[in-house]
C-alpha cells in the first residue's frame, strides 16, 4: 500500500475543500451574516492540515486500484468530517451526528436531510449546502486531476474507484484531459440552467443554489416545500436539467466531436429515456384525477419521474399520497437509477442492460446448448470479467442493503419507512417514503441508524467496493508489512 500518495491525495482534498469555503464566506459577507466566520475557520483548519498532509514528495508515484479505492473512501470520509464543522460552529445543527449526516448527504448528492426548517439556515450555509452537491457530483478526485498533475500513469484507477458505472476509460489518451473534458461540460450545463432559470425570474442567489444542486442531481432545496413554491417555467427547465445531466457524459464528448452515431450506440441511453417517457405516462395516468388541471398533472409527473430516476431528490409535490401502483413505480426507479458516467445515482441502467442480456444469453444456451452467444453493449463484446463484475455488484448491493434494512428495523418503524430511507440513501436519491417522505426529514431516526445511512450514502456514491475495502483486512495487513519492511 502507497500510504504515501493516499495522504497527498488527501491533502489536495482538504485544500479544495479550504478553497471551496471561501464561497460561503463571500455569501456571509454580502449578506452580512455572521456565520461567515465559521467557514473561515473551518478554512482555515483545512488548509493548515491539508498543506501538511501534501508536503513532500511520494517515494513511489505509481498507484494500484486498492491504492485508488482507499484514497478514494478516505478522501470522500474527511471531505464530509471536516465539511460538517461549519454547522457545528454556527450552532445551526448542534449535534455533531447531525452535521456530519446532512455534509454527507451533500457532498454524496443525496439530498436527504435531517432539517425541519431549512429557510432557518443562513445564506451562507444553504450555499455551501448547495455547494457540496456541485463537487460530489462529478467527483472530487476528478476534479483534483482536472487541476492537480499527479504523475505516474495511474490516475485511471482513481477515477474507476470515485466514477459511477460497471467500467470507466478515457474519452482522450490522457487521463487528466479526460476529467478536464468532464468538468468543462459539467460546468457549461451549470451555467446554462443558472440563465434559463434567471431569465424564468427566479432570484439569483435561489438560481445558483438550485443549478448547482441540479448539476450534482442532489437534491437540497433552499426552501421548505423544494421546488412546489416555484413558476412551472422553472419546474420545467430544472426537469429538463435533471434528465440532462442523468445521460452519460461520454455522449456529449462524441456530439462535441460531431461523432453522432458514436453518441447513438450508446444502448443505456435509449433504454434511459425509454423508462422516463414510460414512467412519466404511468404516474399521469394514474394521478391526473387527483388535479384540477391535467397540465399540472403532467408536469408533477415528469418533475418526479425524472428527479427520482436521476436521484436528484427535487420535489414539486408529496407524492406519499399517490396511489401504491405510482409509488411501487417510483421506488422501481429509485433502484435503476440514471446512466452510468453521468452524475445521476441508483444501481445504474447499464448494469441492468448487462445483467438482462447476461441472462438472455444463459436462457438461449439451453434452447441451443452448442451456440456461441456473446454479450454486446454499446455495439462492442462484453468481457466476461465485466459480467461477472457486475452480477458481484447485484449480490454486494443487496447485501448490504439487507443488512442496513435489518439495523434500521430495530426502531419498529413502518416496512415501508425503512425499505424507503434505506433504498434513498443508498441510491443518492433523497426523501423516501411516509415518515421519511418528500414532505419530512430523517431527524427522527436514532444515532445508530444515522450511521447507518452515512455508510450507506458514502457506499452508494462511491459504488460500494472502495467504502467495503476499508473493511478489508488483507488491505492494512499489506499496509503493515510494507512499513516494516521499510524500516
Given at each position: 500500500m502507497n500510504l504515501s500518495i493516499i495522504r497527498k491525495i488527501i491533502g489536495y482534498v482538504l485544500l479544495l475543500e479550504a478553497a471551496l469555503l471561501l464561497l460561503p464566506c463571500a455569501a456571509a459577507l454580502f449578506y452580512q451574516e455572521p456565520q461567515g466566520m465559521a467557514y473561515i475557520i473551518t478554512a482555515a483548519i483545512c488548509v493548515v492540515i491539508g498543506g501538511l498532509l501534501s508536503l513532500g514528495k511520494?517515494?513511489?508515484k505509481v498507484?494500484?486500484?486498492?491504492?485508488?479505492?482507499?484514497a478514494t473512501a478516505l478522501s470522500w470520509i474527511v471531505l464530509s468530517l471536516f465539511g460538517c464543522i461549519p454547522f457545528l460552529i454556527t450552532g445551526e445543527i448542534p449535534r455533531f451526528i447531525d452535521a456530519l449526516f446532512e455534509t454527507t448527504s451533500g457532498f454524496t448528492t443525496t439530498g436527504t436531510t435531517i432539517l425541519d426548517n431549512v429557510e432557518a439556515l443562513s445564506h451562507a450555509s444553504l450555499l455551501w449546502r448547495s455547494l457540496t452537491h456541485w463537487i460530489g457530483g462529478m467527483g472530487v478526485l476528478v476534479f483534483i486531476l482536472a487541476v492537480v498533475p499527479l504523475s505516474g500513469g495511474s490516475n485511471i484507477n482513481l477515477m474507476r474507484a470515485e466514477s459511477p458505472g460497471p467500467s470507466v476509460g478515457k474519452l482522450v489518451p490522457k487521463m487528466r484531459e479526460t476529467a478536464r473534458w468532464l468538468y468543462v461540460i459539467y460546468l457549461v450545463f451549470t451555467v446554462l440552467e443558472f440563465i434559463f432559470l434567471v431569465a424564468g425570474k427566479m432570484p439569483v442567489f435561489d438560481a445558483i443554489c438550485t443549478s448547482i444542486g441540479t448539476a450534482g442531481t442532489g437534491g437540497f432545496g433552499i426552501k421548505n416545500n423544494s421546488m412546489a413554491g416555484y413558476s412551472p417555467y422553472i419546474q420545467w427547465v430544472v426537469t429538463a436539467f435533471m434528465v440532462l445531466f442523468g445521460v452519460n457524459f461520454n455522449a456529449y464528448y462524441f456530439i462535441i466531436l460531431r461523432q453522432i452515431k458514436k453518441a447513438l450506440m450508446i444502448d443505456e441511453i435509449g433504454v434511459y429515456f425509454g423508462m422516463l417517457v414510460g414512467a412519466t405516462a404511468i404516474i399521469y395516468f394514474n394521478v391526473k384525477g387527483l388535479y384540477m388541471h391535467t397540465a399540472d398533472a403532467f408536469r408533477d409527473a415528469s418533475f418526479q419521474a425524472a428527479s427520482l430516476t436521476t436521484s436528484t431528490g427535487f420535489t414539486t409535490v408529496d407524492y406519499d399520497a399517490y396511489p401504491n401502483m405510482v409509488k411501487l413505480i417510483m421506488l422501481m426507479l429509485m433502484t435503476v437509477g440514471a446512466c452510468s458516467g453521468s452524475t445521476g445515482g441508483g444501481i445504474k441502467v447499464s448494469r441492468f442492460l448487462i445483467s438482462g442480456k447476461g441472462i438472455y444469453k444463459e436462457l438461449y444456451s439451453y434452447v441451443h446448448p452448442k451456440s456461441v452467444r456473446k454479450v454486446k453493449l454499446n455495439g462492442a463484446v462484453l468481457e466476461d470479467e465485466i459480467i461477472r463484475a457486475t452480477n458481484v455488484y447485484f449480490y454486494l448491493f443487496f447485501t448490504v442493503f439487507a443488512v442496513s434494512i435489518f439495523i434500521v428495523s430495530f426502531e419498529q418503524h413502518s416496512l415501508v419507512t425503512n425499505f424507503s430511507s434505506v433504498l434513498a440513501t443508498m441510491n443518492n436519491i433523497g426523501p423516501g417514503?411516509?415518515?421519511?417522505?418528500?414532505?419530512?426529514?430523517?431527524?427522527?431516526?436514532s444515532p445508530l441508524s444515522k450511521c447507518v445511512f452515512i455508510f450507506d450514502m458514502l457506499a452508494g456514491r462511491l459504488e460500494l467496493y472502495p467504502m467495503l475495502m476499508l473493511f478489508n483486512p488483507m488491505l492494512w495487513r499489506n499496509t503493515v508489512r510494507l512499513r516494516s519492511k521499510s524500516r
Open positions: 511520494p517515494r513511489e498507484f494500484y486500484l486498492k491504492e485508488g479505492c482507499a417514503m411516509e415518515l421519511a417522505g418528500p414532505s419530512e426529514s430523517f431527524s427522527f431516526f
